[in-house]
């Protein structure tokens, strides 16, 4: 990447007024890994971004204002991104949602409202569907609220939800929710910004194990592995609606530069085969996860797809409750021994797993060796 980058700026860079090559074949070779109709692409600088544009969109193509988020969510650090990222708003410093952002429950089947247990214990099926009707039930509340205050233009989620804990919704979840969502006029928009690009595995994009295309999706952080670059993909209809005459532009959104960036990333993912590799090298970890939490209870569940994983840390006895100070304590442990990881979810004790694609198998063992030696010590 860093030579593809040297190379064109070497050659030219340009603001994008002025069309490129480069960053046609880009646009054409993003939108040809995402599945129809998602066919036009914008290019921009950041995943914060991406998500105003999306929003701007929304209420452009609907004619609405209001929109609907899950707890615990992260959109991005912009005013309005923060405005509708209960993950900041409702956190210290925080000043509270608007009244045109509802925020309906995140479907964590552990410790939500509705729950089913741990993903990696004897969860059945059943318990799985009810408490997701659940979730549908709650979201149909918030977005209802909307539609008589408003008007619901945009749903916002997720794929995965980052912040909240590496949550990832029950099967059927984000089908339903974009039905629910669609009959109230208003579109579905999938935040990729985080599990994109073949981290959960070889599906490519999160939403795609509920069998539901979004109305938009976008896309930041690995899209340039480090570069600023990001992306909104969505419909020629939802394109068309959204041209009404105000001009759309970023100075250098997807500029020369940027597109051989994107370029040269893509030409890694595909040509390393890195989504495969990330499904097999996060399936093992997983089952070594989960092995390591039947032997010790203080691993409240393991979730997660891929190298985006999560390990909840929870106290002894009874009902599951956060340890953030175990949490705390174990990344603390393994940043001694060189193994870098942090806490996330709203009572920080979920250790989120999210390491670069070429992540290993050696590189695994290390990760379990210094988990059950810091479990060992802290949690005996």
Known sequence: MARA?????????????YLHPLVLDYAERLTGLLPDPLEVCYLVNSGSEANELALRM???VTGRRGVLVLEHAYHGNTGAMIDISPYKHGRRGGSGAPDWVRAAPAPDLFRGRHRAGPAFGARS???EEAACDRYLADLVVEADALAAGPGLAAFFTESIMSCAGQIEPPPGFLRGAAGIV???????????????????????????RDGVVPDIVTLGKPIGNGHPLAAVVTTRAVADAFANGMEFFSTFGGNPVSAAAGLAVLDVLEGDGLPAHAARVGARLKEQLVALARRHPRIGDVRGRGLFLGLELVREGGAPEPDAA???????????????LSTDGPDENVIKIKPPLVFGDDEAALLIAVLRSGLEALAP
Do not use: C, P, S, Y
């Open 326 to 340: 175990l949490a705390k304590a174990l990344v603390e442990h393994a940043r001694a021994r060189g193994v870098l």
């Open 125 to 127: 099926r059943d318990a």
């Open 182 to 208: 669609r009959e109230r006029g208003g579109l579905w928009i999938a935040d990729e910004v985080q599990v994109g690009f073949g981290r959960v595995g070889e599906d490519w994009w999160a939403f795609a």
């Open 58 to 60: 929304a209420r452009t």
């Open 5 to 17: 980058i040297g190379e064109q700026a070497h050659r030219l860079n340009t603001n994008t007024r």
